[in-house]
């Protein structure tokens, strides 16, 4: 037969131990004292034996109330992580937001700014490709993304094209005179992919896989390792020490990519704000053509709905 331990007698019993006293412990507690007794007493029945061996002005655990006082710490700190991670406190909003891999350094500033606009809102962040992201956004796992040439909308969100980002190619790979470009790829599905490959096709371009995979950081370093030519944002070479390529071969790079900010259907059009301005200041530093990024508004000032 299975007995159930309840964290609230366990802490308890740990308020009486850190304070000295029974009553202290209901004081902090907002407990009465006999309810102190009787989950002492409770935990007694439990270890067969007493959990104090002296109660009086000078509290003194048992050998066997040592060792669950020990257990009770594990567990009520457990059970407070648990109830962390799941209960948003009162007042706070728990957003989940996702960011494309490529636009990831951006994130300690986008935090930043996001604190100090809206210290209510919690923020979960996911990091994946593009398409990775869009099926989050569909399925409910995220609220709101960051998402890098999103070829359409989906089912269940909304996306707001925030501007376009140049590309530029790199990498140094081994390359013969008439041999086929060797390419760093993501694996499908990817529209960036897609936007390369027709690139290519529009310059009748030959090429083969040089290297192909799922993860930005396995790309970053087959381009490293001379496995292939990849295709990313132009301040590739200073937030990722990746060399500029400018090969004969290579055709001019891929038009100007779009970036936009997916918004799961139902958001607070406010938190939509929030973590579109704050976005909006982290980006700053890349490489957008066509104009300046939409102004974020200073921090503290009005909030307003989301999109451009």
Request: with cysteine; charged share 20%; proline share 8%.
């Amino acid at each position: 037969m299975h007995q159930n331990l309840h964290i609230s007698r366990l802490r308890t019993l740990i308020t009486v131990v850190d304070l000295g006293g029974f009553r202290r412990a209901a004081e902090a507690l907002h407990i009465t004292q006999p309810a102190v007794s009787q989950h002492i007493r409770h935990l007694g029945s439990l270890i067969r034996g007493p959990v104090f061996t002296s109660t009086g002005s000078s509290l003194r655990l048992s050998r066997a109330g040592e060792e669950l006082v020990g257990y009770a710490r594990r567990l009520v700190a457990l059970n407070d992580e648990a109830v962390a991670r799941f209960v948003t406190p009162r007042g706070r909003l728990q957003v989940a937001v996702g960011v494309s891999e490529q636009l990831a350094d951006a994130l300690p500033e986008f935090l930043e700014n996001l604190s100090r606009r809206a210290p209510h809102i919690r923020v979960d962040v996911h990091t994946a490709l593009t398409d990775n992201l869009s099926g989050r956004l569909t399925d409910g796992r995220l609220d709101l993304a960051l998402l890098l040439n999103a070829s359409r909308q989906g089912a269940g969100y909304e996306t707001h094209e925030l501007g376009r980002l140049s590309l530029a190619w790199f990498g140094r790979p081994p390359y013969g005179r008439g041999e086929p470009v060797p390419l760093a790829l993501f694996t499908e599905p990817c529209d960036m992919r897609g936007h390369v490959m027709d690139s290519l096709s529009a310059t009748a371009t030959p090429w083969r896989i040089g290297y192909e995979g799922s993860e930005f950081i396995g790309l970053r370093a087959a381009v490293r390792a001379g496995l292939g030519f990849a295709c990313l944002i132009t301040n590739g070479d200073r937030l990722w020490g990746l060399e500029r390529s400018s090969h004969a071969a290579l055709p001019d790079p891929p038009p100007p990519v779009p970036v936009a900010l997916g918004v799961r259907a139902g958001i607070d059009p406010r938190v939509t704000a929030s973590v579109r301005d704050a976005l909006l200041e982290s980006l700053h530093g890349y490489p957008f053509t066509g104009g300046r990024l939409p102004e974020a508004p200073p921090p503290g000032g009005p909030l307003t709905t989301a999109g451009t």
